[in-house]
Every structure is written in C-alpha cells, then in structure tokens.
C-alpha cells in the first residue's frame, strides 16, 4: 500500500469510527458497512482523474465562470473544492493573464485555496497567494480555517462524492459571499456521458428529483444552469434552509450514482 494512502486509511477509519460504529466503520464479517461508510472509503482510495488544469474549468464550465475568475481582484478568495492535485489554483496563479486598463495585471490577482483530500505531488506552486489545504474531509475543516470567498468552484469534486451533501452546501453557502457564485459540473460528455444528473433525491413530500431538480428547491438561492454545469448564487442569506439528507445507497461509479432521502430536522 502507497504511503499516503495508508495515511488516509488510518485517519479514515478514525474518522467514522468517532460517528459510526465500530463494526460498520470497519465493515467486519457479518456486518454491512454503511453508504456513508463505502462513500468516505472511497474518497480515501483516491481513484480519481486528479490532474484537471485551468483549461479543463474554462472548458467546462460556462462562460460565466471566466467572466466571475477574471473579475476577481485582491480582495477576493477563489476556493477550488475537491481540487485534485491543485493544478487549477497553480495555472490561476501562475499562468493565468489578468487584464487591467493598463494592461498585463500579475498583482490584481485574488487569493485561491485548493481543497483536496489526498495530494501526491510535492511540488504545489509557493505562490505567496495559494493555499493547500489537504488531509481532511472539506465537512471537517473548521470555518474560520477556510474563511469567506466569492468564487467557489467543484469539478467533480466534493459535491459529486461526498455522503453528506446537505452539510457541505450548507457550508459553501456559510462562506460564499453575497455577491460570490459557486460552480458545481454536472455532466461531462468527454467523460463517458459522466453526469450528477444521474443521482436521486426522495424529497419529504413525495417527489423524487435530479441534483439540479433539488438544489432549485432551496429557497434563498439562485440556479443557473449551463450546458455541464450550474451556477449557484446567494438571493436572501435569510431564506436559506438546506434540507437535512441521509445517504441510502451508493456504487463505485465515476462519478457514483447516488440516491438521498430528505430527513426531517430535529425540533420540527
């Protein structure tokens, strides 16, 4: 076993061990490892495409997206969100041309932090403005240790793998800042006709809803959607109220197929 993934086995099973137990963290005989389980477990294995460069996001993403990561100044913060091996944040930095009126703008460019669970290469950029932050499920990392952005970005990153989803939007929304957009691929035909469309979520009501059909059910927020992606946008902070989801099932697929059921919150 790889190094690094070894580590991450370790502190996976640390980590749902503390919120499972024992037996379904492990999966032992006789026993069934929950979706939540199976989901975190294979995020850890890291069988990922991991090497997605700048390019791939302005090429899948909408045309908005380049317009929101050439608006961005010093003052603002680009948080990649299940970043692979960080390439995007780096090319950003590095390659990257930023106009200003006068020209060539190398200063004018926002911070960028990259988000990502396992990282092998030890070469990331040491770019005064970039950040890795590695290790740890995004669900984990403290608030104040990520801090407010305005643009958020995940190409089949977190959202496409994560168990807790409800508790990763509300967390992106927690952060995002009023004026900020987070882009969230949906579908990649370069990828086998990849797509999150594909996951179901079982809604308290009755219905049953594609991911972008569930996202355009949370009020205080704007969807827009593009050809392989959407574009999600603070309406009223007030208003926003994810609703609770448990994982039910979950394959290996990439990305995999899963299906959620809303919960109802405790004190309702």
């Known amino acids: 076993m790889r190094a690094g993934l070894q580590i991450a086995v370790l502190f996976l099973g640390a980590h749902l061990g503390a919120g499972l137990p024992v037996e379904t ?9 929950s979706p939540c389980a199976e989901a975190y477990r294979d995020v850890a294995e890291n069988n990922f495409r991991v090497g997605r460069n700048l390019e791939s996001y302005l090429g899948l993403f909408s045309p908005e997206f380049e ?24 090319d950003y930095l590095t390659h990257f041309i930023k106009y200003s009126a006068a020209g060539p703008d190398e200063q004018g460019k926002a ?15 040491r770019h ?18 990520i801090g407010k952005f305005d643009l958020a970005t995940d190409l089949f990153g977190i959202a496409a793998y994560t168990p ?13 800042n009023e004026d900020g957009s987070l882009f969230i691929a949906v579908g990649n035909p370069g990828l086998g006709g990849a797509s999150l469309l594909k996951n179901e979520f079982h809604t308290s009501d009755g219905k049953t809803l594609n991911f972008v059909e569930w996202f355009k059910t949370i009020a205080g927020i704007e969807v827009i959607e593009h050809k ?3 574009q999600i946008r603070i309406k009223d902070r007030l208003l926003i109220k994810v609703p609770r989801l448990i994982l039910q099932s979950t394959d290996r697929a990439r990305p995999p197929l899963r299906v959620f059921r809303e919960i109802p919150r405790e004190g309702r």
Not at 25 to 33: F, I, N
Not at 111 to 125: C, E, G, H, L, W
């Open 67 to 90: 317009q929101e990561i050439r608006r961005l100044g010093p003052q603002h913060h680009w948080v990649d969100l299940g970043a692979g091996e960080g390439l995007a944040v780096e």
């Open 164 to 176: 807790k989803l409800d508790v990763y939007l509300d967390k992106v929304l927690r952060l995002l």
């Open 128 to 145: 005064e403005k970039a950040r890795l932050l590695k290790g740890r499920f995004f669900e984990d990392i403290p608030n104040e240790e």
């Open 25 to 33: 963290a492990r999966g032992e005989s006789g026993t069934h490892s």
């Open 228 to 230: 392989n992606s959407m």
């Open 111 to 125: 911070r960028a932090t990259a988000i990502s669970y396992i990282v092998t290469r030890q070469d990331f950029t």
